[in-house]
Nanobody
Framework: HVQLVESGGGSVQAEGSLRLSCGVSGRSSGSSFCMGWFRQAPGKEREAVATISRDGSATYADTVKGRFTISQDYAKTLISLQMDSLVPEDTAVYYC?????????????????????WGQGTQVTVS
């Protein structure tokens, strides 16, 4: 059973930076996953932030392009989200998610419905 554990959230001032990490465990040998970071602010729907396919192709929401960078280690056990130039609108609970498969078209990659494994979330607050 795939388990995802996020870390690295916290409070930061506007224009600051944070780095989120997602530890991936429990995947079976040879399995492929697309990984994503999503966020949900109070009163709002969960939205995509960034996704990365098994081969390393990244997709970003327009609101974070040029500010956030998603990456994964060679073993695909650590997914990171470097967040720079943070603004108050980035305040949300950030979730790591996994979807079985190698790659998805952009629309599917950015849809929460594509992902079947989710972490517990980590709070990011920008003031």
């Amino acid at each position: 059973h795939v388990q995802l554990v996020e870390s690295g959230g916290g409070s930061v001032q506007a224009e600051g930076s944070l780095r989120l990490s997602c530890g991936v465990s429990g995947r079976s040998s040879g399995s492929s996953f697309c990984m994503g970071w999503f966020r949900q602010a109070p009163g709002k729907e969960r939205e995509a932030v960034a996704t990365i396919s098994r081969d390393g192709s990244a997709t970003y929401a327009d609101t974070v392009k040029g500010r956030f960078t998603i990456s994964q280690d060679y073993a695909k056990t650590l997914i990171s989200l470097q967040m720079d130039s943070l603004v108050p609108e980035d305040t949300a609970v950030y979730y790591c998610a996994a979807a079985p498969g190698n790659n998805y078209a952009q629309a599917r990659a950015l849809s929460p419905d594509t992902y079947i494994h989710w972490g517990q979330g980590t709070q990011v607050t920008v003031s």
